[in-house]
């Protein structure tokens, strides 16, 4: 009968690998959001995102509720890598019954302890500092829905007090704290609804006798071990308590925590593994004895794993084999044993005594006369293995449990093998000698690719509630200095509808004649009267100037479609900057070689010449260039007509194989090109190194040229919009350093709020003013980040890429020789979509202002039009499109507008329009 007893407490290896898996399964099931809510293991998000840095400065209260015990401890922080944490502690004991009494008296009491606990610790005048931030330990199931919201799901551990569950028991513990610090204390305790509030009204506030107490951060015991265990510089990532209860937590890959909204990075899960079996997962291994316990205890058919494991049970267990056994009669024959019938006589207590003691049989007689039974030596064996029995499984089981969640995180982390730290604590932890032994090896069999190193949790979980409560203060002192560093760069709808209506009125002053001059947003007439209509025909060559790339093509226009061949040619800085002979003669020298290369010499060809510079078109062929933008600057061209430059710079080639017939702009290439396949395209846009758009308006609108029939295309040069500072209010400090550098200071205001030759420099002055002010590479001086251009607007669109893992970011940072944390990587990230969201709605504001001209102007109601964009930013940033689209929805709601990219729209674009011009002339 003995051997009996002892092999259904025994568990062979295999069913301890299905259970493993059974654990994992319900891990899974407790994460996703469809099957969270039948979960028996609730996998809790605790909000728990980041460890200490060693940053942390201050103090910082923590109140734990125990078993029987309240525990106070205040810790002090000095910033130095929390090395020398200084800490004082006080104990008070839960008044007799206050554990099933009313939720109130319990959270009084609490609050009390606090409050006895500061008046004996801190005297008024050490601390200037009223606010006292509290972490609170409360090692019950809650739901928490951020780090300082959390409600009570269910008591355990004996507790039941009224009116809780279902509560927020953050809140409960902050009213009764403010009800100590009395009435007068309360306005003021409500009058800060945030710990900044709180902190900066009391810089100017007389200080008073108390303190004002804030509760920042709730978790649970196993938590608070996690972070206790984390400390000196070593990450724990698992931490299990093996006490009166039984729990686990570790660090989950954040995403698949469904539960939550968070998706980068690692949450921190409270897995409420006590609950594991609940469902009958466990029913393989549940004996009668556990059974009889489960039927006594005060919740049966709950908490079935922790029932088996936890220390508040184990003597049952024992008890319960015992009474089956003398009712066998196989133990205690002959002799009286009814005082095994009462609950609760044989304690954990005295079962750890006898399996610690490996070979004292007097011990285990002495306590079981104690007890007033009269056990024979054989009674004294027998009773020192069933003790052995019941801890060794306790301790295997919670290996196996703990083997479940190893292998769980190596295998959503993709990793062959794993290392981790498991911080322990608990009463069977620390009182079973062979606890820490059976756990290492159960589990390492169990999950063979992962090694463990256990930690002992020497200070429980108060020390690591600190840090919880230091790191979470850390972060919202740096979430609050964030949003105010990019507060101006966030536009609201009604900045934007203000943005659309200066363009819309910029617009109307370009196009009158005489308010023409006054406009910063230009209006230049193009000459281009008429998108294509499919019939254009003929070979021609094209030049594209003004973009990256400098290129020469030739595009052959067919009834079958367009065909084209193009080289890229190399203008050296020297020229750019240099003279415009030397510029157009270089022009001319690429020309001729590319004939030459195409066979083409010997026929002369028409020519379209896409300039992206502003010009004053007076003819199709004929255009003064206003001003040099982008880098370019070669002397004696301002003014001149770039056509007659060409030409001559040809006549001094004596090159005869073209003849310019005409000179667009990159944004009327891209307007053409789309519209060779769309008819209704009627507005280009160019986001590229630049920015710039064009559309078609009636002629009898355009003030700056003759004629009042048709249509013609408008070349805005919005780039320049705000030049006459009518967007100053909305320039942030970044935006005028940005400004101050460039070689056009003043010019271009609108430009250099979205294009690409300036959003990675906006981000750059960014990224200095945030490590300035501590909130970036924790204040490390980073030389490298003060080079000019040193951080490219494709950084931007990598950063943003959705779902990129932030060790990606983390190597382009590091390529920038930038040592950047987890949470430096996800701040970058924020930074970079704040420059770009903006820069895309900025460029919607422009947009729609055209659109709803345009529809105006046809007087319709709803105007379906086509915009051809081109220009790398719009076309490989992840959300640049999307953001620009959405914003012109929202803005221009009755226009339908359509976007399509154009493919090589200078080249193409000029060809056509060289080709209606051509068909013109004929
Ligand atoms: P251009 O406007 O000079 O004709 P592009 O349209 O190719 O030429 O734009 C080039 C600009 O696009 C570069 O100056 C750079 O700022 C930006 N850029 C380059 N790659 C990317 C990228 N991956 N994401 C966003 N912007 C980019
Ligand atoms: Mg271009």
């Given at each position: 009968q003995i051997q009996r007893a002892l092999r259904t407490l025994s568990i062979p290896l295999e069913r301890l690998h299905i259970m493993k898996g059974h654990m994992i399964e319900d891990m899974c099931k407790g994460l996703s959001r469809q099957t969270h809510a039948q979960a028996k293991v609730r996998m809790l998000p605790t909000y728990i995102c980041s460890t200490p840095n060693g940053t942390e400065k201050g103090n910082f209260l923590v109140v734990e509720l125990c078993q029987s015990q309240v525990r106070t401890l205040l810790v002090t922080l000095y910033g130095d890598g929390n090395l020398s944490p200084q800490m004082m502690y006080k104990i008070y004991d839960l008044p007799e019954g206050i554990t099933q009494g009313e939720g109130e008296a319990l959270f009084d009491f609490i609050a009390q302890c606090v409050t006895q606990f500061l008046s004996e610790t801190t005297s008024s005048d050490t601390d200037s500092e009223q606010c006292l931030p509290l972490g609170f330990v409360f090692p019950f199931t809650c739901r928490q829905t951020q780090l300082d919201k959390a409600e009570l799901l269910s008591w355990s551990k004996g507790f039941n007090c009224s009116g809780v569950v279902g509560k927020d028991v953050v809140e409960l513990l902050q009213a009764a704290i403010d009800k100590q610090a009395g009435p007068d204390k309360e306005g003021e305790a409500s009058g800060g609804s945030g710990w900044f509030k709180s902190r900066k009204s009391s810089q100017s506030a007389a200080p008073s006798q108390s303190r004002h107490v804030e509760v920042v951060a709730l978790m649970n015991d196993t938590v608070g071990t996690m972070m206790t265990c984390s400390m000196e510089g070593r990450a724990c990532e698992v931490a299990m308590v093996a006490d009166k209860g039984s729990n686990c937590c570790f660090m989950a890959e954040a995403y698949l925590v469904e539960t939550t909204d968070e998706t980068?990075?690692?949450?921190?899960?409270?897995?409420?593994?006590?609950?594991?079996?609940?469902?009958?997962?466990?029913?393989?291994?549940?004996?009668?004895?556990?059974?009889?316990?489960?039927?006594?205890?005060?919740?049966?058919?709950?908490?079935?794993?922790?029932?088996?494991?936890?220390?508040?049970?184990?003597?049952?267990?024992?008890?319960?084999?015992?009474?089956?056994?003398?009712?066998?009669?196989?133990?205690?024959t002959g002799t009286d044993a009814a005082v095994l019938k009462e609950k609760g006589v044989f304690t954990t207590q005295h079962l750890l005594e006898i399996v610690n003691n490996e070979d004292s049989i007097t011990e285990v007689?002495?306590?079981?006369?104690?007890?007033?039974?009269?056990?024979?030596?054989?009674?004294?064996?027998?009773?020192?293995?069933?003790?052995?029995?019941?801890?060794?499984?306790?301790?295997?089981?919670?290996?196996?449990?703990?083997a479940a969640i190893l292998s769980y995180m190596c295998q959503t982390r993709d990793l062959e093998s794993l290392m981790v730290n498991v911080g322990v604590e608990g009463e069977l932890f620390a009182g079973?000698?062979?606890?820490?032994?059976?756990?290492?090896?159960?589990?390492?069999?169990?999950?063979?690719?992962?090694?463990?190193?256990?930690?002992?949790?020497?200070?429980?979980?108060?020390?690591?509630?600190?840090?919880?409560?230091?790191?979470?203060?850390?972060?919202?002192?740096?979430?609050?200095?964030?949003?105010?560093?990019?507060?101006?760069?966030?536009?609201?709808?009604?900045?934007?509808?203000?943005?659309?209506?200066?363009?819309?009125?910029?617009?109307?002053?370009?196009?009158?004649?005489?308010?023409?001059?006054?406009?910063?947003?230009?209006?230049?007439?193009?000459?281009?009267?008429?998108?294509?209509?499919g019939t254009e025909k003929g070979d021609f060559l094209a030049l594209d100037l003004g973009g990256t790339n400098f290129r020469v093509l030739v595009v052959r226009i067919t009834?079958?479609?367009?065909?084209m061949a193009s080289e890229i040619y190399v203008i050296p800085v020297g020229i750019m900057q240099g003279s415009g002979e030397e510029l157009f003669d270089h022009i001319i020298d690429c020309i001729i070689d590319f004939q030459t290369k195409q066979n083409l010499v010997a026929q002369m060809l028409p020519l379209g010449f896409t300039f992206s510079f502003p010009c004053q078109q007076v003819g199709l062929d004929k255009a003064l260039l206003l001003t040099w933008t982008k880098g370019f600057s070669a002397s004696g061209c301002v003014g001149q007509d770039v056509v007659q430059l060409l030409r001559d710079a040809a006549k001094r080639k004596r090159h005869l194989?073209?003849?310019?017939?005409?000179?667009?702009?990159?944004?009327?290439?891209?307007?053409?090109?789309?519209?060779y396949d769309d008819p209704k395209c009627e507005i280009g846009l160019i986001v590229g190194t630049g920015t710039n758009a064009c559309y078609m308006e009636e002629m009898k609108n355009v003030g700056t040229v003759e004629g009042d029939q048709g249509r013609m295309c408008i070349n805005m040069e919005w780039g320049a919009f705000g030049d006459n500072g009518c967007l100053d209010h909305l320039f942030t400090h970044f935006d005028q350093v940005v400004d101050e550098t460039t070689i056009n200071p003043g010019k271009q205001r609108f430009e250099k709020l979205i294009s690409g030759m300036y959003l990675g420099e906006i981000v750059r002055q960014i990224l200095l003013v945030m490590t300035e002010k501590d909130l970036l590479f924790q204040g490390k001086p980073c030389p490298k980040l003060q080079t000019k251009d040193i951080f490219k607007t494709k950084f931007l669109s990598t950063i943003e890429l959705n779902g990129l893992a932030l060790r990606q970011i983390r190597a382009i940072l590091n390529e920038l020789e930038l040592d950047a944390s987890f949470e430096d990587c996800v701040l970058m990230r924020e930074v970079c979509q704040t420059v770009s969201l903006r820069a895309a709605q900025l460029c919607a504001a422009g947009l729609a202002a055209v659109v709803e001209k345009m529809r105006e102007n046809r007087g319709v109601d709803q105007l379906s039009v086509t915009v051809g964009v081109d220009g790398t930013l719009y076309k490989l940033h992840p959300c640049f499109s999307n953001n620009l689209q959405t914003t012109l929805k929202d803005l221009a709601p009755n226009c339908n507008v359509t976007f399509m990219l154009s493919e090589d729209g200078s080249g193409k674009g000029a060809a056509l329009v060289a080709a209606v011009a051509d068909r013109a002339a004929n």
């Amino acid at each position: 009968q003995i051997q009996r007893a002892l092999r259904t407490l025994s568990i062979p290896l295999e069913r301890l690998h299905i259970m493993k898996g059974h654990m994992i399964e319900d891990m899974c099931k407790g994460l996703s959001r469809q099957t969270h809510a039948q979960a028996k293991v609730r996998m809790l998000p605790t909000y728990i995102c980041s460890t200490p840095n060693g940053t942390e400065k201050g103090n910082f209260l923590v109140v734990e509720l125990c078993q029987s015990q309240v525990r106070t401890l205040l810790v002090t922080l000095y910033g130095d890598g929390n090395l020398s944490p200084q800490m004082m502690y006080k104990i008070y004991d839960l008044p007799e019954g206050i554990t099933q009494g009313e939720g109130e008296a319990l959270f009084d009491f609490i609050a009390q302890c606090v409050t006895q606990f500061l008046s004996e610790t801190t005297s008024s005048d050490t601390d200037s500092e009223q606010c006292l931030p509290l972490g609170f330990v409360f090692p019950f199931t809650c739901r928490q829905t951020q780090l300082d919201k959390a409600e009570l799901l269910s008591w355990s551990k004996g507790f039941n007090c009224s009116g809780v569950v279902g509560k927020d028991v953050v809140e409960l513990l902050q009213a009764a704290i403010d009800k100590q610090a009395g009435p007068d204390k309360e306005g003021e305790a409500s009058g800060g609804s945030g710990w900044f509030k709180s902190r900066k009204s009391s810089q100017s506030a007389a200080p008073s006798q108390s303190r004002h107490v804030e509760v920042v951060a709730l978790m649970n015991d196993t938590v608070g071990t996690m972070m206790t265990c984390s400390m000196e510089g070593r990450a724990c990532e698992v931490a299990m308590v093996a006490d009166k209860g039984s729990n686990c937590c570790f660090m989950a890959e954040a995403y698949l925590v469904e539960t939550t909204d968070e998706t980068s990075g690692r949450m921190c899960v409270n897995t409420e593994w006590g609950c594991f079996g609940d469902d009958g997962a466990l029913n393989d291994l549940f004996t009668p004895y556990d059974q009889a316990v489960d039927e006594e205890s005060s919740n049966p058919g709950e908490k079935r794993f922790e029932k088996m494991v936890g220390t508040l049970y184990l003597g049952e267990i024992v008890r319960h084999v015992l009474i089956a056994l003398t009712a066998e009669k196989a133990m205690f024959t002959g002799t009286d044993a009814a005082v095994l019938k009462e609950k609760g006589v044989f304690t954990t207590q005295h079962l750890l005594e006898i399996v610690n003691n490996e070979d004292s049989i007097t011990e285990v007689r002495r306590i079981l006369e104690a007890l007033g039974l009269q056990p024979s030596e054989r009674d004294c064996g027998r009773m020192q293995q069933i003790c052995r029995a019941v801890v060794g499984r306790a301790a295997t089981l919670h290996a196996t449990g703990l083997a479940a969640i190893l292998s769980y995180m190596c295998q959503t982390r993709d990793l062959e093998s794993l290392m981790v730290n498991v911080g322990v604590e608990g009463e069977l932890f620390a009182g079973y000698s062979r606890f820490e032994e059976i756990l290492l090896s159960v589990s390492r069999l169990l999950a063979p690719e992962c090694m463990a190193t256990i930690l002992a949790s020497r200070d429980g979980s108060g020390r690591g509630a600190a840090m919880v409560t230091a790191v979470a203060l850390r972060l919202a002192a740096q979430r609050h200095a964030v949003d105010e560093v990019l507060a101006p760069l966030r536009l609201s709808r009604d900045d934007l509808v203000k943005v659309q209506a200066l363009m819309r009125e910029e617009m109307d002053r370009g196009l009158g004649k005489e308010t023409n001059p006054s406009a910063s947003v230009r209006m230049l007439p193009t000459y281009v009267t008429h998108t294509p209509d499919g019939t254009e025909k003929g070979d021609f060559l094209a030049l594209d100037l003004g973009g990256t790339n400098f290129r020469v093509l030739v595009v052959r226009i067919t009834e079958d479609g367009i065909t084209m061949a193009s080289e890229i040619y190399v203008i050296p800085v020297g020229i750019m900057q240099g003279s415009g002979e030397e510029l157009f003669d270089h022009i001319i020298d690429c020309i001729i070689d590319f004939q030459t290369k195409q066979n083409l010499v010997a026929q002369m060809l028409p020519l379209g010449f896409t300039f992206s510079f502003p010009c004053q078109q007076v003819g199709l062929d004929k255009a003064l260039l206003l001003t040099w933008t982008k880098g370019f600057s070669a002397s004696g061209c301002v003014g001149q007509d770039v056509v007659q430059l060409l030409r001559d710079a040809a006549k001094r080639k004596r090159h005869l194989g073209m003849q310019v017939v005409a000179l667009v702009n990159d944004t009327v290439g891209t307007m053409m090109a789309c519209g060779y396949d769309d008819p209704k395209c009627e507005i280009g846009l160019i986001v590229g190194t630049g920015t710039n758009a064009c559309y078609m308006e009636e002629m009898k609108n355009v003030g700056t040229v003759e004629g009042d029939q048709g249509r013609m295309c408008i070349n805005m040069e919005w780039g320049a919009f705000g030049d006459n500072g009518c967007l100053d209010h909305l320039f942030t400090h970044f935006d005028q350093v940005v400004d101050e550098t460039t070689i056009n200071p003043g010019k271009q205001r609108f430009e250099k709020l979205i294009s690409g030759m300036y959003l990675g420099e906006i981000v750059r002055q960014i990224l200095l003013v945030m490590t300035e002010k501590d909130l970036l590479f924790q204040g490390k001086p980073c030389p490298k980040l003060q080079t000019k251009d040193i951080f490219k607007t494709k950084f931007l669109s990598t950063i943003e890429l959705n779902g990129l893992a932030l060790r990606q970011i983390r190597a382009i940072l590091n390529e920038l020789e930038l040592d950047a944390s987890f949470e430096d990587c996800v701040l970058m990230r924020e930074v970079c979509q704040t420059v770009s969201l903006r820069a895309a709605q900025l460029c919607a504001a422009g947009l729609a202002a055209v659109v709803e001209k345009m529809r105006e102007n046809r007087g319709v109601d709803q105007l379906s039009v086509t915009v051809g964009v081109d220009g790398t930013l719009y076309k490989l940033h992840p959300c640049f499109s999307n953001n620009l689209q959405t914003t012109l929805k929202d803005l221009a709601p009755n226009c339908n507008v359509t976007f399509m990219l154009s493919e090589d729209g200078s080249g193409k674009g000029a060809a056509l329009v060289a080709a209606v011009a051509d068909r013109a002339a004929n």
